[in-house]
């Protein structure tokens, strides 16, 4: 058979797949193969006998190699995986493991090392230290975060106890809701009972149950952010307690819900209160209406009297005296019939209007020259557009313009005139009073129709109880109309209606 052919030693040493280094105990290189020659960039002859090994490391080796390495080999013989960059004859670091054993031949020490490139490990290496040193500052944010948070729910939890709050959540993937301990306070059972959702949903009211099912789907099906409601729970221990359920939607990133946070205040105390106060108010406009009703009568009376009296002859002194009676029981006839709608206004089903077919600006200006009688130092003018015929309640729209007029005449300027303009159209009919004066101002304007409200300071004397525009929106609404009202000091202040109120049959 042939002989196979086989690499001598020689070659072995000088292809290692590793660099092999022979050095005395000062580190002077007597012997380097070509697999380290050609790692450093250099020949053979430009390191034997002319280099130490730390001649070839960094400054940081260097001092290394001194402190550490070459003490531990002398102390125990051996060293073995330590990481040094080695410098390539381009000047450029190339990190290595390097192992070595001391041994003597002829009583001279000899050092035999072996060196691996390490690049790949020590770019993994320095990938660890960073990744480790990113994971030191995550657990350090995190941390941080727990302490807030843990300082974030402590105050919560003071502050649901101070509120006196009680917490419930349903979860979206069992379909059930779980309850605090404190809940039991609600249903009025002990410590030693559970709280499941069926005890709960037992415990309110039969006819809130519907209401509070549907509030919760709300929220969970329907993905409303949030619901408030307020129901009766029945507690075990017999006391009826009224709760409002406030909660609120929670999804994650992709939209799916995950859970329903809410919480349950005791607001019986509160609900006792807020009926008694509404029985109370309650009370008063029923009375308001019982008053003002049976006052009509004597007033009446009052009203007849002084109108046979200023028929018969009277001296000056006396006829102003009955004079004087009959505006004092006049404006009282305006204030009770203001309160009687009112009461029919806040009690009832709204203001009753009965439409007929009237001329709308011979209806106004009837009513003007009535006005101009009763404020004989005003000038009131009138403005007319359109036919005019249109389908209303005459009486409730000679209410409207008188509480508008006395409006403008109690508010407005009594050296400018008070406009009034009727507009008829197809299906709409317009009536506008305007005047001059002091503006009302932009943050009256919205509870302006409201029940005892006024938009500005007027004379003592020309005061009321602030119904009249309460009673103008009144009937407007009934008419199915709208009211506005613009005003500042150049422009005048403009109350503006508009309702539906001409008959088909007229259009054509």
Known sequence: MPTESKPDTDMLYEQAACGLLLTDADGLILRVNQTLCRWLGYASNDLVSKRRVQDLLTIGGKIFHQTHWAPLLKMQGSVAEVKLEFIHSSGEPIPMMMNAISDSFDADIYHQIALFIATDRHKYERELLAARKNAEEVLQVQLAAQRELALVEARFRNAVEAAQLHIWHFDAQTETRHFDGSVRDLLGIDETQEISDDIFLQSIHPEDREREALSLNATVDAGAAGSRITYRLNGKDGVQRTVLSAS????????????????????????????EAEDRALFAEQMIGIVSHDLRNPLSVILSGTEMLSRIGLNPDQTRVVQRIKRAGDRAHRLISDLLDFTVARLGSGLHIGRQMVDLHSLVSDSIEELKLAFPNYKIEHRETGTGLCEIDPDRLVQVLGNLVANAIAYGSSTEAITISTTVETEVIFLKVHNFGEPIRADLVDTLFKPMTRGVDAPSGAKSVGLGLFIVQEIVSAHGGEITVTSSAESGTTFSISLPGVHSSVAK
């Open 248 to 275: 609120r939607a929670v999804f994650d990133n992709d939209g799916t819900l995950l859970q329903v946070i809410g919480i349950l205040q005791d607001i019986t105390d509160q609900a006792r209160r807020s009926a």
